[in-house]
């Protein structure tokens, strides 16, 4: 068996208005369209996703809280319908997945085994939280490829945000451990937004364009400074600045995607692609693209 | 009747009603752990769902018409939310206890009440907005709180923790259920869906090791029950922000707000069924004498 090796990472971030917007047969609510820059971006990534031919996508969601531990899928199908406790105007998916199981376990493992509390979650009735099935529909909405899904421990909001981190920074290079030794062709999906500052109220169409905006304009400002660093491949500056990012944008980093992706690929100093950004009711969401093979030549 | 205009904390203005015909019959603080329920067996949660199951017996003997559900674990961040399905029903698997296996549901929804709370929310300052969705996801605490409490299957009003409202919000939303059941003549359980100190173990552990995580956190809850079993509820109140600082409790406490509002900040006293650990956060079943 050949070493496993991650691809690539994705910031792939999860508001269901994307889905919404796009009208896919799986979802009840019908739109007239919306928040087209976003769903446009995730169209250019899901044709780079297509030429990695992983054989895997692994996805940390903010939206599966877990208290004790990490908690990693552990189902090899799962279906059933999504429902947004938030916009379930927007969102009533109905869902069927295929789990890596072998790689989940092995994900699970490792992170025991560098100490953090982990559990494989093995009740087939378990409903999947709706920032998994967001980010996999909206990069891959054929389903065709195996996943392995990752809650949030929420260590960052317990333990504080740089305590918490570290803890993500061990899940991470827990995961890359995971996906060398099953020998997996591995693309990671950091499932978050960046400046999550939000408006309290939704327009009368939630589709209706002329609402949408940044919320605030220090939170565009954040979003516009971290997306320039990644773009330019400044990782190591980005991540000095996280824990300010973090309290000055209320950035949905905290919750640990961003930081898990990037310790599993080694926090490489290379250019991300921005493939667009947009607003979703004020929060700030960029999808962006890391290509590992450009790591291996840095 | 005498009706009396305040101001409160800036944040809206709301009516408070002295009433002799009450349309609270009784009223509880429950923790919204699934432990109790799915792993009941257990020393200490046996205690707990012991204590649960009392409360549901007080609750059943108070006969209301409807029984009116605030929980924490409900979040929204929009509005106010309201479950105006006719009747909720399901199968259920905590996010965190999935290894217990499933929590089943089956709820009729008081709509007729649940609709004039939100028509009337406005009045409070407050925006509503009806939930009535196959499939929405109920949460744990509600589902844990109406399989102990409601076992007379009466209607309930299930109403959320918007994340955005203060103490004094969740207090007037209180008020406002407590006062649309009045208009519709009927008389309504309250339940309060929360915890007390929240500090938990994040490691696993024995459940029969489990303990309030510090002694600091216990001391806090237990000045938090005394507080409450006073009877006093103003000055039950007034220790809330300083209880936030000592035990980081659920939420804010806010739970106890929407109870307080409910009953008018007005009840003779209250019981403690049971105090404990929740794996190291505190809980604890209180019923209020109304
Ligand atoms: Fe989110």
Redesign the pocket.
């Known amino acids: 068996m050949d070493t496993g090796k991650i691809l690539a990472g994705f910031l792939a971030?999860?508001?269901p208005h994307l889905v919404y917007g796009e009208n896919p047969p799986q979802n009840e609510p019908r739109s007239k369209g919306g928040w087209e820059p976003l769903r446009w971006a995730y169209e250019r990534a899901r044709e780079n996703l297509e030429k990695y031919k992983p054989d895997v996508l692994l996805v940390h969601?903010?939206?599966w809280v877990t208290q004790q531990g990490h908690h990693f899928l552990g189902v090899q199908n799962l279906c059933g319908k999504s429902v947004d406790p938030i916009f379930p105007n927007l969102f009533r998916y109905s869902f069927e997945l295929n789990v890596d199981v072998e790689l989940a376990e092995a994900c699970c493992e490792e992170a025991s085994a560098a100490g953090l509390t982990a559990k494989m979650m093995r009740n087939p009735e378990f409903r999947v939280d709706y920032?998994t099935i967001t980010t996999l529909h909206m990069i891959r909405p054929q389903w065709d490829i195996p996943i392995v899904g990752i809650s949030a421990n929420n260590s960052p909001y317990y333990l504080g945000t740089r305590e918490g981190l570290e803890e993500m920074d061990i899940l991470g290079s827990a995961t890359r451990r995971a996906v060398e030794n099953t020998g997996r062709r591995a693309v990671l999906l950091a499932?978050?937004?960046l400046c999550?500052y939000h408006f309290s109220e939704e327009p009368a169409v939630p589709e209706d364009m002329s609402q949408e905006h940044p919320h605030d304009y220090e939170g565009y400002l954040w979003d516009m400074r971290v997306i320039e660093l990644l773009r330019r491949g400044r990782t190591n500056e980005v991540f000095e600045l996280l824990p300010q990012f973090i309290d000055e944008a209320f950035a949905?980093v905290k919750?640990g995607a961003f930081t898990w992706m990037f310790s599993a690929m080694g926090y490489p100093n290379i250019p991300g692609e921005l493939h667009g950004y947009g607003t979703v009711i004020g929060?700030g969401n960029a999808v962006m693209e890391w290509d590992m093979s450009a790591a291996a030549l840095a | 009747m005498a009706l009396e205009t305040l101001s409160w904390s800036g944040t809206c203005r709301l009516q408070r009603w002295h009433e002799i015909d009450m349309s609270v019959v009784s009223a509880f603080l429950v923790p919204g752990s699934p432990l109790p329920r799915i792993q009941g067996g257990n020393p200490p949660w046996d205690a707990m769902a012991k204590a649960l199951s009392a409360a549901g017996d007080v609750l059943a003997s108070t006969d209301p018409d409807s029984i009116v559900v605030y929980s924490t674990q409900w979040i929204a961040v929009l509005d106010q939310l309201w479950q105006t399905r006719e009747q909720v029903a399901g199968r259920h698997v905590d996010e965190n206890w999935h290894e217990f296996g499933v929590l089943e549901y089956d709820m009729a929804i008081d709509v007729e009440l649940a609709t004039a709370c939100i028509e009337e929310s406005s009045s409070i300052g407050v925006k509503s907005k009806a939930v009535n969705y196959d499939g929405f996801p109920i949460d744990t605490g509600t589902i844990v709180a109406d399989s102990f409490l409601n076992r007379i299957r009466k209607p309930v009003v299930v109403t959320s923790n918007n994340v955005y409202h203060d103490m004094a919000v969740t207090e007037s939303i209180g008020q406002l259920v407590a006062k649309s059941a009045r208009e519709q003549r009927k008389d309504i359980a309250v339940v309060a869906v929360g915890g007390l100190s929240g500090a938990f173990f994040r490691q696993e552990i024995i459940p029969e090791d489990d303990r309030i995580f510090s002694e600091a956190y216990d001391s806090a809850n237990r000045k938090m029950l005394d507080l409450i079993c006073s009877g006093n509820c103003q000055k039950a109140m007034a220790f809330v922000p300083e209880y936030n600082e000592q035990a980081s409790p659920e939420m804010g406490f806010k739970h106890f707000g929407f109870v307080s509002g409910a009953l008018g900040h007005k009840y003779s006293k209250a019981e403690v069924h049971h105090y404990g650990p929740l794996y190291g956060s505190g809980g604890a079943v209180i019923e209020f004498q109304v």
């Open positions: 971030p999860h508001p969601s903010p939206h920032g499932s978050n937004t999550h949905e919750s929060t």
